[in-house]
């Protein structure tokens, strides 16, 4: 079993919608959480952290930790074509990031 | 600009060569990262150096091979020995104390 398990998709939703993306996770020790957004063909690049619980809210993102169930989303709001990518969730222990654990990521589609 | 530059963009290799990925950074980090990415599978590390003339394998390292003779520089070598090395590698760097991995744009690897 993987440490980090993510929701594979592909997910496609019309513009403007809702968006979801879910991580689970197996190692409670894990104490930075990350989304990192992956356009098709190019390296991640960091959208969200978190330490610990609790929410934060950047723009029309929302990333939500919860230690207690080994859960994190990232919610988009308002959803743009722009959107399109590959979300990937992170983990770590500390602050190394490039030792993070990385989940599978989701496609999403955003169509107009 | 400061960045990450990976080159080539594209690589070719036949079976049975060595090929080396170029990976240069002017971000002043410190630590350097490869990842192996396979289709619709997360970042799985191959080797990471903290400090110049000083690295260590990661998860994936059998086949690999990596130098760091500058805190610019990581290149990375796949060999014959790779049974499998048709992929997407990503080269990032980090700076101590923070939780963003900075990615370059990758270089895609095929087996002719």
């Known amino acids: 079993q993987k440490e980090v398990e993510q929701d594979p998709g592909p997910l496609s939703v019309p513009e403007g919608a809702i968006v979801s993306l879910n991580c689970t996770y197996s190692?409670?020790?894990?104490?930075?959480f990350m989304w990192y957004r992956q356009y098709s063909r190019k390296g991640p690049e960091l959208l969200m952290y978190?330490?610990?619980?609790g929410n934060k809210e950047d723009g029309r993102f929302t990333a939500q930790v919860d230690k207690s169930s080994k859960y994190i989303s990232l919610f988009i709001r308002d959803s743009q074509p722009s959107d399109s990518a590959t979300y990937l969730c992170?983990?770590?222990?500390?602050?190394?990031?490039?030792?993070?654990?990385f989940g599978d990521g989701t496609t999403l589609t955003v169509k107009p | 600009d400061g960045g990450i530059t990976q080159s080539p963009k594209y690589l070719f290799r036949k079976e049975g060569q060595n090929v080396t990925l170029s990976c240069e950074q002017n971000?002043?980090?410190?630590?350097m990262y490869w990842y192996r990415q396979d289709p619709g599978q997360g970042l799985r590390l191959i080797y990471y150096?903290?400090?110049?003339?000083?690295?260590q394998k990661g998860d994936i390292a059998e086949g690999y091979s990596v130098s760091r003779e500058k805190k610019e520089s990581f290149p990375l070598t796949v060999t014959s020995a790779q049974k499998n090395p048709t992929a997407f590698y990503l080269c990032?760097?980090?700076?101590?104390?923070?939780?963003?991995?900075?990615f370059g744009q990758g270089t895609r690897l095929t087996v002719v």
């Open positions: 990032a760097s980090t700076t101590q104390g923070t939780t963003e991995a900075f």
């Open positions: 190692n409670s020790a894990f104490q930075y």
């Open positions: 978190t330490y610990s619980s």
């Open positions: 992170a983990m770590s222990f500390n602050t190394n990031a490039g030792k993070s654990t």
């Open positions: 971000l002043n980090h410190d630590a």
């Open positions: 150096s903290q400090i110049v003339n000083d690295f």
